[in-house]
């Protein structure tokens, strides 16, 4: 039995998704076309970026590593997922134990001044979320009430006042009063 060939419509419905995969990474990582092309030495071209984004011309594995790489995420973060939810997770309202509502958004940034080992365990675990939910902003997250639990075990308290403990570290993202 010979292996049959996916249909040329599946092809191009495919290399849709993937290009709408890679212009949501690069819009996340907040590039424009231009600043990837500089970024890459002029590796990735901005027309052959775009065609790429388009779902007009089809990305080699190897380019497609590579421009894992110039976004500094895993490459499957760059292909569409073949069995998406239907809708996004809704975040869990955090108010009952922390008095926020709609979850506590972290700075990101600022994890690098927290101390070691806490510091470490704790970038690692917002890097998992951020590739389970395939977020690549690097500025900020929210943390839902599942993800609170987690991260109140990394630093040594107690639910109830892990958002205190962020605080206290300097990690809880405020909005400027306008």
């Excluded at 998992?128 to 690097?138: A, S, T």
């Amino acid at each position: 039995m010979g292996l049959t060939q996916p249909s040329e419509e599946f092809n191009t419905a495919y290399g849709r998704r993937v290009g709408e995969r890679l212009r949501l990474i690069r819009q996340q990582k907040r590039l424009s076309l231009q600043e990837v092309e500089a970024n890459s030495d002029q590796e990735f071209k901005a027309s052959v970026l775009g065609a790429y984004e388009r779902g007009e011309r089809a990305i080699s594995v190897t380019r497609l590593e590579r421009l894992a790489q110039c976004y500094s995420v895993p490459v499957d973060q760059l292909l569409p997922r073949s069995a998406l939810p239907s809708t996004s997770p809704e975040v869990v309202d955090l108010t009952e134990r922390t008095g926020r509502a709609a979850g506590v958004t972290l700075e990101l940034e600022r994890l690098s001044a927290v101390p070691s080992p806490e510091g470490e365990m704790l970038g690692r675990y917002l890097e998992m979320i951020q590739v389970q939910r395939q977020d690549f902003n690097g500025r900020v997250l929210t943390i839902r009430h599942d993800d609170l639990r987690a991260v109140a075990c990394i630093l040594g308290v107690r639910i109830d006042s892990a958002v205190d403990r962020l605080d206290d570290l300097g990690l809880i993202h405020t909005v400027a009063a306008s």
